[in-house]
């Protein structure tokens, strides 16, 4: 503050130059052309600065501007256990929160809060994929809807996924069912589509591909594993979640003679 009132005296008191003032005082001619220009601006001169106190001055030559108002901030845990359910998308969840905050966030900033959120409270592994090595392939969980163009019926199929681990180059196709005829057919296709063969596939524990559901010793369904003879690949069911429970029910089972 000393060298503003100092700039401003002998600017407006003494009428020395830009190049002088800023000469004496040890700052650049802009500084000084940036402070006389502010001073003449709001019609300060040289009595009524020396009037002022520091604080005064300051807040005269620097008004602080007005806090900028807060935006309503998105319950990122709320929002990621809905996500978990069946049908809710993060568009979904933005309508809801723009209905409850018409001042909230729009649609980019909104889903950056959660994507930041995810980062920090969602730890994660990292897998390297190499190239050619992985077909992983399940089905989506929600079925989609088909109308026959001849009859006008709709029906339901399932929607049948394969992605490779490396480039995540990925083939989807609509069947029927979950069977292991449509299943088998759908990971043909897909070979085919991506032009050759990886060497080794991976599918959820779905009933098309593992008759037994096991973490370390899974029993492959006996086509899937003729599929993977046929193609000279491997199959390497994927683990399950919840190994205990079905490793139990599987001993369960065979004690039962089931």
Known sequence: MHVLREILRQ???LGRSHREVAASVGVSA???AGVFTDARSLGLDAATIDAMSDEELDARLYPKAAPASVRPQPDCAALHLELRRQGVTLA???VEYMTAHPDGLR??????RYREWCKRHSPVMRQVHLAGDKLFVDYAGMK????DPQTGEMFEVELFVAVLGASNYTYAEATRTQQVVDFTSSV???FSFIGGVTRAVVPDQLKSAVTIACRYDPLIQRTCAELGRHYGTAILPARPKSPRGRVERWRGDRRRGE
């Open 30 to 32: 802009g500084k000084v």
């Open 107 to 112: 649609y980019t900033a909104f889903c950056d």
């Open 92 to 94: 979904l969840l933005h």
């Open 144 to 147: 989609a809807r088909i109308i």
């Open 11 to 13: 600017k407006l008191a």
């Open 188 to 190: 043909s296709r897909a």
